[in-house]
């Protein structure tokens, strides 16, 4: 059996873009889109420290509510996904709001349904 060589060189760079929509939140003002950018500007983690974005991770707005995620490097979707969750319970508003991945690389944030129980109560 032959012995097995490593094979040395560096991985293909990827580039990945994610896009978290949060228009519906945003539109009725109860999301600050800014602060969540800021957020994820502090709070993103590159080679095991915050702060470290460099040219690597590139975060901007995208028109109302969406921000926008390119990343030069290895970025998962559910590590974003995750901070979204951290912000909005930061933030209070994890009772109202959820991140639901809608497409690949896209998430968006969606207020919970809420069905009124007026119909049971007429029962009585």
Same mark, same amino acid.
């Given at each position: +059996?032959? =012995?097995?060589?490593?094979?040395? /060189?560096?991985?293909?760079? %990827? %580039?990945?873009?994610?896009?978290?929509?949060?228009?519906? =939140?945003?539109?009725?003002?109860? &999301?600050?889109?800014?602060?969540?950018?800021?957020?994820?500007?502090?709070?993103?983690?590159?080679?095991?420290? %915050?702060?470290?974005?460099?040219?690597?991770? *590139?975060?901007?707005?995208? /028109?109302? /509510?969406?921000?926008?995620?390119?990343?030069?490097?290895?970025?998962?979707?559910?590590?974003?996904?995750?901070? %979204?969750?951290?912000?909005?319970?930061? +933030?209070?508003?994890?009772?109202?709001?959820? *991140? *639901?991945?809608?497409?690949? /690389?896209?998430?968006?944030?969606?207020? &919970?349904? *809420?069905?009124?129980?007026?119909?049971?109560?007429?029962?009585?």
């Amino acid at each position: +059996m032959a =012995p097995q060589t490593k094979k040395s /060189g560096k991985q293909a760079k %990827t %580039t990945k873009k994610f896009v978290i929509n949060a228009q519906q =939140p945003a539109s009725d003002k109860i &999301f600050d889109t800014a602060a969540f950018e800021k957020f994820l500007q502090d709070k993103i983690k590159v080679d095991g420290r %915050t702060g470290n974005l460099g040219d690597t991770i *590139v975060i901007q707005q995208a /028109g109302e /509510g969406k921000i926008e995620i390119i990343a030069h490097n290895e970025l998962s979707g559910r590590y974003l996904k995750y901070l %979204t969750k951290k912000f909005l319970k930061k +933030m209070q508003l994890r009772d109202w709001l959820r *991140v *639901v991945s809608t497409s690949k /690389g896209v998430y968006e944030l969606k207020f &919970f349904n *809420v069905v009124n129980d007026e119909a049971d109560d007429e029962d009585d």
